[in-house]
């Protein structure tokens, strides 16, 4: 196994996200943080076209949003990136995962994949940048990049909201203690997938996002993760927990001793057995986060336990092009009126992202499709 861990004051970080949760035939939509709204024409008949970004997405999916809702050819939104000047860390090294917001953004006609872009990217670093937030990442000997980086894993295995604290905290302990972390859903990213199913093989590919092969977090975020995740992450609260699992909907178990999460995980694989067979539609098909019991649960690899907090890995949220005329996906009832796409300079606070607590059967440790029983192993 490589050791490549820097100190703790240089660890850095991971990307990319979630959206979607089909539970029982109805989907589920992780909300978004409602932007300024573009103000109506002056003859006040036109509805002001919005784009959605839910918590958990991964850039490429933002980039594909993007595309779509200006009607620009695909990979337009990609190309953009370097011309956009982003104000970005330097260690993202030119690369927005992270930054781009999970809001509800309004689109003018002078809206551009630059605009969209530095709109999206000026959200994230007034939201971040704020004390909360700057605050409580250096209290926990963080940057802020590797705060995003932690947030970005929590998004991707958390269960419900009330998890993220606790699996932020599972993700300090298994630093502190010199632990691979374990995540699924960092592979995923690395494989640029969204399954449940994590095999042996997968766990032992060549990948700087294998966090079973690799100690200390991934190099960038694993997706872009939502205040609620970002708050959880610098403010966890205090447990000794080093592994986790989804035994079934609104039951995660915590614990930091491995016997009893063997129990768990034991637990789990029955319950998933006498579960009837999930449809086409069920939770788990576009859950698309991180899998096995094994990811940051210390299961072993080759069965998803988890279940992902709402928000797919490639599933976008309703509609995937993410745009909405009048109105946005999700509430964005409490986003003042404001500028439009075109202008990222009046970008003000709105709802808190999302409810992402109706998940699919599994372990907050990822995807939740049909997954095979896991064996786990320490």
């Known amino acids: 196994m490589e050791t490549n861990t820097p100190p703790r004051s240089t660890i850095r970080l991971t990307r990319r996200g979630r959206a979607a949760l089909i539970a029982t035939g109805t989907v589920v939509a992780a909300t978004a943080v409602a932007v300024p709204l573009l103000t109506l024409g002056a003859g006040g008949h036109e509805k002001p076209r919005t784009l959605v970004i839910p918590e958990g997405w991964r850039a490429g999916q933002v980039y594909e949003a993007v595309d779509k809702a200006l009607k620009v050819p695909s990979g337009t939104t990609k190309q953009a990136i370097g011309k956009a000047k982003l104000k970005l860390p330097n260690d993202a090294e030119g690369n927005p995962e992270g930054y781009l917001f999970p809001a509800t953004y309004p689109i003018g006609d002078k809206a551009t994949p630059e605009s969209l872009l530095k709109y999206m990217v000026d959200t994230a670093n007034q939201k971040f940048n704020k004390a909360p937030i700057a605050a409580g990442a250096q209290r926990n000997a963080m940057n802020l990049y590797q705060a995003i980086t932690i947030a970005s894993i929590v998004q991707a295995e958390a269960a419900t909201k009330a998890d993220m604290g606790k699996v932020a905290r599972v993700v300090f302990n298994r630093l502190e203690r010199g632990m691979p972390l374990q995540m699924d859903s960092t592979i995923n990213y690395g494989l640029n997938r969204s399954t449940l199913d994590t095999t042996q093989n997968d766990t032992a590919v060549d990948s700087p996002y294998n966090s079973y092969q690799r100690m200390g977090l991934p190099p960038t975020p694993i997706a872009n993760p939502?205040?609620?995740a970002m708050h959880a992450t610098v403010s966890p609260p205090a447990g000794d927990w080093l592994y986790f699992v989804t035994v079934k909907p609104g039951d995660t178990r915590f614990t930091a001793d491995y016997e009893e999460h063997l129990k768990n995980v034991a637990e789990f694989n029955a319950y998933r057995r006498?579960?009837?067979p999930?449809?086409?539609a069920a939770p788990s098909a576009s859950s698309g986060a991180p899998a096995s019991p094994s990811a940051s649960?210390?299961?072993?690899?080759?069965?998803?336990?988890?279940?992902s907090s709402g928000a797919s890995e490639g599933a976008s949220a309703g509609d995937s092009s993410g745009v909405s005329e009048g109105s946005s996906t999700g509430d964005s009832s409490d986003g003042s009126e404001g500028a439009s796409a075109g202008d990222s300079s009046d970008v003000?606070?709105?709802?808190?992202?999302?409810?992402?607590?109706?998940?699919?059967?599994?372990?907050?440790?990822?995807?939740?499709?049909?997954?095979?029983?896991?064996?786990?192993?320490?």
């Open 348 to 378: 003000s606070e709105g709802a808190s992202a999302g409810d992402s607590s109706d998940v699919s059967e599994g372990s907050s440790t990822g995807d939740s499709s049909d997954a095979a029983a896991a064996t786990p192993t320490e």
């Open 297 to 307: 649960a210390g299961a072993s690899p080759g069965a998803s336990t988890s279940a």
């Open 226 to 228: 939502g205040e609620e």
């Open 274 to 276: 006498s579960a009837v």
């Open 278 to 280: 999930s449809s086409p």
